[in-house]
């Protein structure tokens, strides 16, 4: 009677953890949409600063390093060299993001089941931040090679 009722609790528990993991892909205001989107958002920021303060855009992550993103976001460097979040590194960007739309400028790579499930978060040139299939993504990648 005790093993089956131990049981039925570990069974519960997985099924609830299951559950929460479902809500929170499909909620994009949980906590782990929350955190992708917001340090892909402090890169593409510290993209347009770089720029803002340089005249040119940054080629490599040491540049982003001379923009407040160290100060944002004390992990923005492992997260790059990982490849948790991938910078594309568009050379061609005008200085209006406006004039950005459909550039990418950073994707979540972080291999978690958010992206196994199919979708992923993109920065784009014009600001936003969008959650979108990986094959769309990977169609704009190859056609915005520079």
Not at 94 to 119: C, H, I, M, S, W
């Amino acid at each position: 009677m005790k093993k089956s009722r131990v049981a039925a609790l570990v069974g519960l528990g997985v099924a609830a953890l299951l559950i929460g993991m479902v809500f929170d892909y499909f909620d994009r205001g949980s906590s782990p949409h929350q955190a992708i989107q917001l340090h892909l958002r402090l890169v593409r920021s510290s993209i347009y600063e770089f720029h803002a303060n340089t005249g040119r855009w940054p080629e490599r992550a040491e540049d982003l390093a001379r923009t407040s993103l160290p100060l944002r976001s004390p992990y923005w460097k492992q997260m790059l060299d990982k490849g948790i979040i991938v910078v594309v590194w568009p050379k061609d960007l005008k200085p209006d993001p406006k004039d950005n739309e459909g550039r990418v400028l950073t994707y979540d790579n972080g291999g978690g089941l958010f992206a196994q499930l199919g979708r992923v978060w993109v920065c784009w040139g014009d600001l936003r931040t969008e959650y979108v299939k990986a094959e769309e993504l990977r169609g704009k990648l190859s056609a915005n090679k520079d």
